[in-house]
């Protein structure tokens, strides 16, 4: 193990691997300790997609079409190939009262700047023969892509290896202190010593937070996904339905009592190896990430309402993972003031594929004392929830 290192981050999924990255590809030194094996947490059990349907018109969705720009990007730069495609996402709608709040979605995405269009019952018919009748229309993102997001994950760690990044896997930060302006680091695998230390472990973030008396307000929200076969070609991207924005967003919607419980509304994503998932659920559970039949049986009945045929194609697995949750909804990619050269990147809960690379670049400029950032960085300080609190 290379005892010193210019930056150290902590955390080997996906949002470490673009920081490692962007700032090894600046010419400084990185080093990334991971305690388990690469892209084995959150990065392991989630879609692939880069999206900005279903970001809030204004910053986030910005940030997000920043981010679909850099994949786009990656896609040519990065040796190892991620099974990257741009097919665009839509939204369904299933009542008159969603196609007005799509309509206001759209509009407002538009006056932003993104390539948003309503879409009536023809346009929803030609998508996919496979939807339910009944369905009224709904909206399309033009831009939005999806990866897988192991092989992106990587794919960006074979490109900062080749900058001269050292990767230590199964390598645990058991304690950080502070000496003589330097990081010093105890881990499973022996002291290392760091002149800037990112913390990008997700749900564990709070953890690694605590080691330097730092409360990082991030908690587990669990999810659940089924893998399905594609014996028909059911869909060529992704669809969610506009109910999963209400969801996300902690709104109330016209379900029955178990999909409003397990949080769950339908995602539809085809991938490369011509298989689907199938979601989503959200839950605060703490760290279970136990698969709940109940809550599978529920989005399956969900993904049946919008797509009636579903019901005879064959159920491969399911899995559930953690998504670092933050209460406004926005990551934490932030520098500590009271803590000189330490900087978080985390808690993008599900926007964790969609926001790595955006994430990467920042975090580089922001170290290397960027004043013009390639996004707005005030909107996700850290200290913007002790603001809160004052207030």
Request: glycine share 8%.
């Amino acid at each position: 193990m290379k005892k010193h290192t210019d930056v150290l981050v902590i955390g080997g999924g996906i949002i470490g691997s673009a920081i490692a990255y962007y700032v090894s590809k600046s010419g400084l030194h990185v080093s990334v300790v991971e305690k388990g094996e690469l892209a084995s947490g959150t990065s392991s059990r989630c879609d692939g997609n880069i999206l900005a349907i279903d970001k809030e018109p204004g910053f986030d969705s910005q940030m997000s079409l920043t981010s679909q720009k850099l994949v786009d990007e990656l896609s040519r730069e990065l040796d190892q190939p991620f099974e990257y495609r741009a097919p665009g996402s839509i939204l369904v709608c299933e009542t008159e009262e969603e196609m007005i709040a799509a309509n206001k979605w759209v509009d407002q995405q538009k006056k932003a700047g993104l390539p948003f269009r309503m879409l009536d019952r023809e346009d929803i018919r030609q998508e996919s023969p496979y939807f339910a009748d009944d369905l009224l229309g709904g909206l399309e993102c033009a831009t939005d892509s999806t990866v897988n997001p192991y092989l992106l994950t990587f794919a960006m760690f074979d490109g900062a290896k080749k900058n001269g990044a050292n990767i230590y896997t199964h390598t645990e930060v058991k304690a950080i202190r502070k000496e003589n302006g330097y990081f010093r680091i105890e881990t499973t695998n022996g002291e290392m010593i760091a002149e800037k230390i990112v913390n990008a472990g997700g749900v564990w973030a709070p953890k690694i937070g605590e080691m330097v008396d730092l409360q990082i307000p991030i908690y587990p929200r669990k999810g659940h996904l089924i893998v399905a076969s594609r014996q028909a070609p059911v869909g060529l991207r992704k669809v969610m339905e506009f109910g999963y924005l209400i969801s996300k967003f902690g709104g109330e919607r016209n379900v029955d009592a178990e999909t409003e419980k397990y949080g769950v509304a339908l995602v539809f994503e085809p991938t490369e190896s011509q298989n689907f998932l199938i979601g989503s659920s959200r839950q605060f559970v703490g760290f279970d990430t136990k698969v709940d039949i109940n809550v599978v049986k529920c989005i399956a009945r969900r993904a049946i309402r919008f797509y009636p045929k579903m019901g005879d194609m064959l159920l491969i697995r399911t899995y559930a993972g953690l998504r670092p949750y933050t209460e406004d909804h926005l990551p934490i990619i932030s520098q500590v003031d009271h803590i000189p050269n330490y900087f978080i990147a985390a808690g993008h809960e599900g926007d964790g594929i969609s926001l790595a690379a955006v994430t990467g670049k920042v975090i580089d400029e922001m170290i290397r004392g960027v004043t013009k950032t390639t996004i707005p960085i005030e909107p996700l300080r850290y200290d913007r929830f002790e603001r809160v609190v004052k207030q």
